[in-house]
């Protein structure tokens, strides 16, 4: 028994060629879209950890200006003027290397119980790497003792 096709050879010529091109052209877009995809993951992890070193260099910041208006050596605590006067060197560790940290303080006078002093310490961490460079500010507010 023989099927016979209705079919000719001529009118079928060329349609595995389109079809491939089509396969071909569809998978390229998609491929395209996935690099895109990977691509912007990387980059976001990127601006990630270099934003959480950032925000470790702001904390190291404020611990520094704390000690500094509030030193061990002395009862009292001292004033803005002594936060900011030099500035915070960090560690040449390989997470800080490329980090930096800004002090500024602020008095605002006699609000606890007339006679206190309230100040405000602001840190600034910032971070680069390559291309891409992250800052994060913190900021805290102290009672004067």
């Known amino acids: 028994m023989h099927l016979k096709f209705s079919a000719t050879k001529h009118s079928q010529k060329g349609s595995m060629l389109t079809s491939a091109i089509f396969i071909i052209v569809f998978m390229a877009i998609i491929l395209a ?15 990630e950890v270099i934003g959480l070193r950032a925000l470790q260099a702001a904390h190291t910041g404020i611990e520094v200006g704390l000690s500094r208006y509030y030193p061990l050596t002395t009862s009292s605590s001292t004033n803005c003027t002594t936060v900011t006067t030099s500035s915070v060197s960090l560690p040449s560790t390989y997470g800080m290397s490329d980090c930096s940290v800004s002090l500024t303080c602020s008095t605002r006078d006699n609000v606890i119980d ?21 800052s994060r500010q913190l900021t805290i507010e102290a009672i004067e003792l």
Do not use: H, K, P, Q
């Open 114 to 134: 007339g006679s206190r002093d309230i100040i405000e310490l602001t840190s600034t961490g910032t971070c680069s790497s390559g291309d891409f460079t992250t």
């Open 33 to 47: 879209g996935v690099m895109r995809l990977i691509n912007i993951g990387g980059i976001n992890t990127a601006y």
